[in-house]
C-alpha cells in the first residue's frame, strides 16, 4: 500500500444518450485505488442532467455553468490528480472549452480511453482495451492491453449455474435489442430454457410475446454478480460488460453494431471470442455453445486468465 497524501477527482459524463459505461469505470476505478493506496481522498463527479439513478455519495453538477461549477469543486478539494472518463460526444463538443479549467493548475491530468487529440495536454492516456491505433503505440503516454481492463475483479458467489442465458443490452439499448431478440430466441432455441434478461437505467423492457421459455427481468440490478454466477452462456453488446463476462468465465457471443467500434478492435476480439455485427448469428452461435457446453465452459475459464488485475494494480501505481 502507498501512503502519499494524494486527493483525486474522477470526471465522467452520462445519461441516456451517453449510456452508463463511463460511470461504471469511474466506480471501479475508484476501488481500484482504494485497494492500492491509503488515506486517499477519492471523489467521482458524474457531469449529467439526469435527475435520478446515480448513487447518493456520487457528486452530480449539470452542463450548465460547468466550468464555473468544476472550479469551485477544484478550489475546495484541490486534487493532485483528474481523471477524465468522457465520451466522444462531449470531447467533440465541450472539452476545448472544459480543459481551460485545468489549465496552469499542477494537477496531474489522466483521460481514461478519450482525448487522444489532446495527448499533449494530458500526462497519460489510459485505453482500458486490447486494441489501440498504430499511431499511438509508440507513445509513451498511451497504455493498454489485457493488463489494464478497468472493471472490478470477480467476487465468488456460491451459485449453481441452471440453464441460462443472460442477456446484456447495455445502460441505454440504443440498438432496440429489446424488441429484435425476443423473435430471434423463440425462433432459434427449440427447447425452453431460462433467460435472464438486464435492463439498463435507460433502457425499454424486452417484448416478449407469446413464449416457450422462462423470462427473469432484472431492472436496475444492484447486484449483478449473482446473475452473472448463476448464468450459463451470456449475449452481450460490446463495451465495459464484455470484459466483466469475460471475468465470471460465462462462454459468450458478442453483438457489434456496424460501425460501433473500429474494426481492427473487432479482429482482435475475434481472435479468442466470437463476435458479428449480425443479430442472428449470434443468437445461433449461442445455441450452439449451449450444445457443447462443457467444451466451451473450459475455453472461458482459460480466457478469464487474459485480464491480469496484479499487474494492473502495479500500473496504477506507477501513474498516480
Given at each position: 500500500m502507498m501512503n502519499e497524501k494524494k486527493s483525486i477527482i474522477i470526471i465522467c459524463d452520462s445519461d441516456k444518450n451517453v449510456g452508463l459505461g463511463h460511470y461504471s469505470r469511474s466506480i471501479a476505478l475508484k476501488n481500484i485505488i482504494k485497494k492500492n493506496f491509503k488515506n486517499i481522498k477519492i471523489s467521482i463527479i458524474v457531469i449529467s442532467n439526469q435527475k435520478k439513478f446515480f448513487a447518493k455519495k456520487i457528486k452530480k453538477v449539470t452542463f450548465n455553468n460547468l466550468n464555473k461549477n468544476i472550479s469551485k469543486i477544484i478550489d475546495i478539494q484541490k486534487p493532485t490528480h483528474c481523471f477524465f472518463n468522457l465520451s466522444p460526444k462531449f470531447e467533440k463538443t465541450k472539452f476545448k472549452n472544459f480543459i481551460k479549467v485545468f489549465i496552469d493548475k499542477k494537477i496531474k491530468l489522466i483521460a481514461i480511453d478519450n482525448l487522444f487529440a489532446y495527448n499533449k495536454l494530458l500526462n497519460h492516456i489510459w485505453v482500458p482495451n486490447i486494441f489501440l491505433n498504430s499511431k499511438y503505440k509508440n507513445n509513451s503516454k498511451f497504455s493498454f492491453g489485457w493488463n489494464r481492463i478497468l472493471i472490478d475483479e470477480r467476487k465468488i458467489v456460491s451459485q449453481k449455474r441452471d440453464n441460462s442465458l443472460l442477456i446484456i443490452t447495455g445502460g441505454t439499448d440504443k440498438y432496440n435489442l429489446y424488441k429484435k431478440i425476443p423473435p430471434l430466441l423463440e425462433r432459434f432455441f427449440d427447447n425452453p430454457i431460462n433467460?435472464?434478461?438486464?435492463?439498463?437505467?435507460?433502457?425499454?423492457?424486452?417484448?416478449?410475446?407469446?413464449?416457450?421459455?422462462?423470462?427473469?427481468?432484472?431492472?436496475?440490478?444492484?447486484?449483478?454478480?449473482?446473475?452473472?454466477?448463476?448464468?450459463?452462456?451470456?449475449?452481450?453488446?460490446?463495451?465495459?460488460?464484455?470484459?466483466?463476462?469475460?471475468?465470471?468465465?460465462?462462454?459468450?457471443?458478442?453483438?457489434?453494431?456496424?460501425?460501433?467500434?473500429?474494426?481492427?478492435?473487432?479482429?482482435?476480439?475475434?481472435?479468442?471470442?466470437?463476435?458479428?455485427?449480425?443479430?442472428?448469428?449470434?443468437?445461433?452461435?449461442?445455441?450452439?455453445k449451449l450444445q457443447n457446453i462443457k467444451k466451451e465452459n473450459f475455453k472461458a475459464k482459460k480466457l478469464a486468465k487474459l485480464i491480469d488485475f496484479k499487474k494492473r494494480d502495479v500500473y496504477i501505481k506507477k501513474i498516480i
Open positions: 433467460i435472464r434478461w438486464v435492463i439498463g437505467p435507460f433502457a425499454k423492457k424486452p417484448i416478449i410475446g407469446n413464449t416457450k421459455h422462462n423470462w427473469y427481468l432484472y431492472n436496475k440490478p444492484s447486484n449483478l454478480r449473482k446473475i452473472y454466477s448463476k448464468s450459463r452462456v451470456a449475449f452481450v453488446l460490446f463495451g465495459v460488460s464484455f470484459f466483466e463476462i469475460v471475468n465470471y468465465s460465462i462462454p459468450c457471443s458478442v453483438f457489434s453494431p456496424k460501425n460501433k467500434e473500429d474494426r481492427s478492435l473487432e479482429d482482435e476480439i475475434g481472435k479468442k471470442f466470437y463476435i458479428s455485427n449480425n443479430l442472428k448469428f449470434v443468437i445461433k452461435n449461442l445455441v450452439k
